[in-house]
Nanobody
Framework: QVKLVESGGALVQAGESLRLSCVASERIYAHMAWFRQAPGRRREIVAALHWSGGGTYYADPVEGRFIISRDDNKNTVYLQMNSLEPEDTAVYFC???????????????????WGQGTQVTVSS
């Protein structure tokens, strides 16, 4: 059973940067994604990385501000968040697909393993 542990959430001011980390319990051979859920809103995919490392997806609200990356030596996926806005406030979740998934990385239904989430709060 894959275990994912997120960290890095914090309270920051608008315009600042933050980096989230997601450590997997085993080497990553799967799509990885970051989702977020704000109070009263549905969970939404924010960014995703193909298992091969060869493709990324970003939701429109974060395109150009967030960067997803992976460190295979540490079994860790990162989400670098720049120019944060109050609208980015949410609980951020790390998610993993099955190994060598053929699903589109932007498909929200393709992820079956989830972390516990980390809170990001951006003040104006």
């Amino acid at each position: 059973q894959v275990k994912l542990v997120e960290s890095g959430g914090a309270l920051v001011q608008a315009g600042e940067s933050l980096r989230l980390s997601c450590v997997a319990s085993e080497r990553i051979y799967a799509h990885m994604a970051w989702f977020r859920q704000a109070p009263g809103r549905r969970r939404e995919i924010v960014a995703a990385l193909h298992w091969s490392g060869g493709g990324t997806y970003y939701a429109d609200p974060v395109e150009g501000r967030f960067i997803i990356s992976r460190d295979d030596n540490k079994n860790t996926v990162y989400l670098q968040m720049n120019s944060l806005e109050p609208e980015d406030t949410a609980v951020y979740f790390c998610a993993q697909s099955g190994r060598y998934s053929g699903a589109k990385i932007s498909s929200e239904t393709g992820y079956g393993y989830w972390g516990q989430g980390t809170q990001v709060t951006v003040s104006s």
